[in-house]
């Protein structure tokens, strides 16, 4: 296991995310509990607590811990809640959702980041995740139905395909717009009248493409 980062670093990384406005207290437990450190790569993991975010293999990219907070925070997960994740990346977005939900099914494209993403859950003793190497835009029809999804790379339209995944009372969280430039946080209610839809806050991610890679 890889050191710990120093306290003045965690102690900033969480007054960083307070000061944004990041106010659920069990997402910021989850924040101080997964060790970043553990899901960047080897050369940053002196900036593994900078509000900002870092490449990992594969032309990814793990994002900023404010992103993962607000993305995770406006889920508003429950214990007993079943997660679907598109987008594995390292896993660390995966990890923080384990440590509010019940059960969490990863997909992730790129068979390396699958592969490592689920040593690296498996050996932190992340038990209730799954990491499927998969297409997250063309899922199984076996799969769901979800009380949460969220979408960790950008899509230009938030598919019915994903949606229709989404149990009564489902929060569905995914950034939307153009694959290359700014997309925008849309958050996704279903409800007995129908799918509720909010614009939250401008992002960049990497684009979510379709298929599982070929190489890597």
């Known amino acids: 296991m890889p050191p710990q980062s120093s306290p003045p670093e965690k102690m900033m990384f969480q007054l960083t995310l307070r000061r944004r406005g990041i106010s659920d207290q069990a997402v910021l437990r989850a924040m101080e509990e997964v060790p970043r450190e553990v899901f960047v790569e080897d050369l940053d993991r002196a900036d593994a607590y900078r509000d900002s975010a870092l490449g990992i293999c594969c032309g990814q990219t793990i994002s900023q811990p404010f992103v993962v907070a607000y993305m995770t925070e406006q889920l508003r997960l429950k214990k007993e809640h079943r997660v679907l994740e598109i987008g594995a990346g390292s896993g660390y977005q995966a990890a923080i959702l384990s440590r509010l939900a019940a059960q969490v099914l990863t997909v992730e494209r790129f068979r390396t980041l699958a592969d490592t993403a689920r040593k690296r859950l498996e050996r932190l003793g992340y038990h209730n995740v799954e990491v499927m190497l ?63 839809r909010k614009e939250l806050v401008d992002v960049r991610f990497v684009p979510a493409l379709p298929g599982i890679a070929r190489e890597l």
């Open 134 to 196: 998969g297409d997250g835009l063309n899922l199984p029809p076996n799969l769901g139905p979800f009380d949460r999804i969220i979408v960790t790379a950008a899509v230009t339209e938030i598919s019915e395909g994903l949606t229709s995944r989404l149990e009564k009372d489902g929060i569905l969280i995914a950034p939307v717009g153009p694959q290359h430039g700014v997309q925008t946080l849309v958050r996704v209610v279903r409800t007995e009248a129908g799918l509720e």
